[in-house]
């Protein structure tokens, strides 16, 4: 069955990370291969940006797309609230 083109489901070792408590975009960083200063020149964010984003203390849902793009990931992928994601 085809998924409408705004779901995305999580790969399932992304799922076990989150589960077990990695933050989801240090999580898919790890998935890439990518180091913190990597990731922060690939999305246009600072190293500092993305730690705290990795420590939970900062969810601004742009940085979060910005680095959803920089992976080659759907806009909607770091954002876990989103009603129209689907889950794995």
């Not at 589960?19 to 291969?33: D, P, S, W």
Request: charged share 20%; aromatic share 4%; proline share 6%.
């Amino acid at each position: 069955m085809n998924k409408p083109a705004g779901d995305y489901s999580l790969p399932e070792t992304i799922s076990t990370a989150l589960a077990n408590g990695t933050n989801i975009v240090r999580a898919f960083r790890e998935q890439f291969g990518y180091s913190i200063e990597d990731l922060a020149v690939a999305c246009g964010l600072t190293s500092l940006e993305i730690e705290t984003i990795e420590s939970g203390q900062n969810t601004d849902p742009h940085k979060l797309e910005r680095i959803a793009h920089a992976l080659g990931l759907p806009s909607n992928a770091m954002i876990l609230e989103d009603p129209k994601r689907l889950s794995a």
